[in-house]
């Protein structure tokens, strides 16, 4: 089969009328490809799901790219529970697009990449499963997590944070939050992967540039770190020189 692009697929209607859309780019040469669930970065409250990595696409996978509420609209877990209605959408939806139902992966890049790996280690958690969509007998798992320079732990990353990464997340977190994270220390918890990782996770992939100005590179330590402790696999990249 061709290449293909799916644009403006619309896999959620909240109350109000708003519209959660998806794109969907299908590989040239396979017919049942595995599917990278694609989450964008922009501090939770900026970028567009027009930001997709094309590498995946040229290298056989299908990537839906996903929208979700910025932080401007609505604070955590909403952006969690659109991107875990994607994904029941989207496992309903895979012999209509032709993608394999069972063989799902979650990635994304700094805040999209932080998203991702709680997405992904909250398989079936009550509290950020949401009611977002109609497909709710579908099952949000994923069995795959790439999380490209992600937040990890929001209760210690502004301490690890340098004077310019303090500067931009200190914001971000306060949106993300609706409270700074010692302020509202639950709910900077709920929001943190490593609180989150158990021995049936899927298999995670960090990917962290160690003079990285933005995000710690603890981050990727502490949840690689987690992952040891409970067992399932974990591969972490530490990029040298790499910003």
Avoid at 72 to 89: G, L, T
Avoid at 147 to 156: D, E, K, Q, R, V
Avoid at 163 to 192: M, T, W, Y
Avoid at 194 to 204: E, I, K, Q, R, T
């Amino acid at each position: 089969p061709a290449a293909a692009q799916i644009k403006d697929v619309v896999y959620a209607t909240l109350e109000g009328g708003k519209k959660l859309g998806l794109d969907i780019y299908l590989p040239a040469g396979s017919a049942t490809p595995a599917l990278v669930v694609w989450v964008h970065g922009g501090a939770w409250n900026a970028g567009t799901r027009a930001q997709y990595p094309q590498e995946l696409v040229a290298n056989g996978f299908a990537v839906a790219s996903v929208d979700f509420r910025q932080t401007s609209e609505a604070p955590f877990p909403a952006n969690v529970h659109d991107i875990k209605a994607a994904i029941r959408f989207l496992r309903a939806s895979a012999a209509h697009y032709g993608y394999r139902s069972e063989r799902i992966g979650i990635a994304g890049a700094s805040s999209g990449g932080h998203l991702a790996a709680l997405v992904g280690v909250t398989n079936g958690h009550a509290e950020l499963e949401g009611k977002v969509g109609d497909q709710p007998q579908q099952s949000s798992s994923v069995q795959a997590i790439v999380s490209y320079f992600g937040a990890s732990n929001l209760t210690t990353i502004l301490a690890q944070s340098t004077p310019h990464g303090h500067s931009v997340r200190k914001p971000a977190l306060e949106r993300l939050l609706g409270a700074a994270p010692e302020n509202a220390p639950e709910l900077a918890r709920l929001a943190s992967p490593v609180f989150h990782v158990g021995s049936n996770d899927p298999p995670l992939l960090l990917l962290h540039g160690d003079q990285d100005p933005q995000m710690p590179v603890n981050q990727a330590l502490e949840l690689q770190g987690a992952y040891e402790k409970a067992g399932p696999d974990v591969v972490l990249e530490i990029v040298h020189g790499v910003a």
